[in-house]
């Protein structure tokens, strides 16, 4: 049997704390035996959530106390700094100490991001750890790197997110030599802004990545890059819309399919298939997104989140794991850094 | 009766010209009686395609004669400099010589910004002519400002966008005291990239807008703002995702609702109401992108629009220039320059 893979659970995070994080785990080590979950968060509140399921195996769910919560609006740097016995901290530190393997959290992503290079470190020679969630397209999923870890990010941050999402792309999701694009408003070398116009001959000449030129916005959901490149401010925002607009499109036609007997007859026929599909389309169906980058795994999950989204997150560390995904990232990178000096 | 608006259309311009454009001009001149259309184009192949019509009011219809056509691919500079007998250069001309109130083109969008810029002018105090698309959204419309005419904008840039859409909201679309937001990563003040954090205090403190703070991608298919104001590059990602993303999920819904006999009867019955919603949500039913703060209008209408939309265009300059929009910009630039040197 491989090694049990110990990921930390922050049992505080999110709108759906304590019961979604606790539920999580418990589905995650009933689901797979090479799972250990340590749950941070004050003992009393966690236990008496475990205490609903009478029927997991107990010896791989741990509890670590810790009787501070950061919440949301809390201004990062300052909440990591405070509170030392939050569910958070606790649990980031024990990331850094390698008494876990990973950190999953729905809370703060502003405490999550802060905490994850403050308390677990970046690993040598990476710039800036990106955030990185899978988005749903047509053909299966794409890496959006970065969503919102550093806005404002230099060329060289770039180059680095394309790598370290392509290492990602091959051995967490499974795509051989995966297509490397950078979001960009035309398709042509010449096109967009100072950032992507000094990006784009970069990634050209980096060696080891499948780049295959620009993406415009119009493209993405079609899956036409696996690594979809782009700075933090403009991967929020295709994130973000890619929720609301799939919402709002579904509130429409949900409208629409009630302003007719004959529709709504339709509308009763077709809900299974209509659920299938959106389900396959629906962003939190895809686990949490990694912070690539640091000495050890962190996942950030949708404030949102219920315990299926959180459990693909503790998967998705299972994966990490075992593909050495972190030791990867570190000898590309330092080989890049190398290659530079040349 | 009012007096006629004359409108250039650009007989060559887009993926079906000149069929298209010069079928929007024939209905556009058939639907209303208070516009006249110039076409600008080969002489032979637009009489060619307006002869197809043999009932149209022939006196509301001129053609203008320009021999050379301006293609997508065509570096925008050099293009406006060496053709200038072209249907776009030749048509934005007459704008400049107030020979015509507006100009209206499916063709190279770089071209069109070029030129409004360099041949029709800005108008007194604007520092860059933003464009600015109508997006459908829940609500209605939205207006997206600027997607794609100045990257790497600055702030005072934005402040005027602000301004210049919501005197467009306001008198065009009829939305009274149009609210405005600046897209953001984050709700709160503090949040941002640098470009935000320093527009928002400025916006913040601009007289004569009702400025209602950040908004999130995500929240923008709600219509939670009328006014919607970001950088182009940022702006060119939102709608371009807009189309990509709903053409998408057509797809998806389709391909899930052909899976089962049940759920193919349902498609049956729902396909009207369906067809009517998505119509709806269709980026190119709303018209063109005016380019704002010009010495006349210009609309950029999509390379592939069909003549509904670019007929939709042509609608939307009779209502700029009965609404006198120019004339309200003009008066507000000022008045803020005005303020900003007290």
């Keep these: 049997m491989s090694e049990l893979v110990k990921v930390v659970v922050d049992a505080m995070g999110g709108d759906y704390a304590p019961q979604e994080p606790v539920k999580a785990a418990v589905e995650a080590?009933?689901?797979?035996?090479?799972?250990?979950?340590?749950?941070?968060?004050p003992e009393d509140e966690v236990h008496a959530q475990l205490a609903k399921y009478p029927d997991y195996p107990k010896d791989r769910i741990?509890?670590?106390?810790?009787?501070?919560?950061?919440?949301?609006?809390?201004?990062?740097?300052?909440?990591?700094?405070?509170?030392?016995?939050?569910?958070?901290?606790?649990?980031?530190?024990?990331?850094?100490?390698?008494?876990?393997?990973?950190f999953v959290s729905c809370g703060s992503t502003g405490a999550i991001l802060v905490g994850g290079q403050v308390l677990v470190g970046r690993l040598k020679g990476v710039e800036r750890p990106p955030l990185a969630p899978l988005i749903p397209t047509e053909k299966g999923v794409s890496l959006l790197i970065d969503c919102g870890a550093t806005v404002d990010a230099r060329s060289s941050h770039l180059v680095q997110f394309a790598k370290m999402g392509s290492i990602y792309?091959?051995?967490?999701?499974?795509i051989k030599n995966p297509k490397v694009?950078?979001?960009?408003?035309?398709?042509?070398?010449?096109?967009?802004?100072?950032?992507?116009?000094?990006t784009f001959p970069l990634l050209k000449a980096c060696p080891g990545i499948n780049f295959i030129g620009s993406i415009e916005a119009r493209d993405i959901p079609s899956g036409y890059a696996d690594v979809v490149v782009c700075e933090a401010f403009v991967g929020n925002v295709i994130l973000k819309l890619y929720e609301g607009l799939a919402g709002t499109l579904m509130k429409k036609i949900k409208g629409g399919?009630?302003?007719?007997?004959?529709?709504?007859?339709?509308?009763?026929?077709?809900?299974?298939?209509?659920?299938?599909t959106l389900k396959s389309f629906d962003v939190t169906e895809h686990g949490g997104a990694p912070l690539l980058g640091l000495k050890g795994l962190v996942v950030k999950c949708h404030g949102s989140a219920r315990s299926i989204e959180i459990k693909n997150g503790i998967f998705q560390c299972v994966q990490f794991k075992q593909q050495r995904i972190n030791e990867k990232i570190g000898e590309h990178i330092l080989e890049m850094a190398d290659t530079s000096k040349e």
Excluded: Y
Aim: charged share 30%.
């Design 29 to 41: 080590v009933t689901e797979r035996k090479d799972i250990q979950v340590i749950l941070t968060g």
């Design 62 to 102: 741990q509890v670590v106390p810790a009787t501070e919560v950061i919440q949301t609006a809390e201004p990062p740097v300052m909440a990591i700094q405070k509170k030392k016995d939050s569910s958070l901290v606790v649990g980031l530190k024990m990331v850094k100490r390698q008494e876990a393997d990973a």
């Design 169 to 174: 792309m091959e051995n967490v999701v499974g």
């Design 181 to 198: 694009a950078i979001v960009n408003i035309g398709a042509e070398e010449e096109k967009g802004n100072a950032l992507v116009k000094e």
């Design 257 to 276: 399919l009630m302003s007719s007997f004959r529709s709504k007859l339709g509308a009763l026929l077709i809900k299974p298939a209509l659920k299938k």
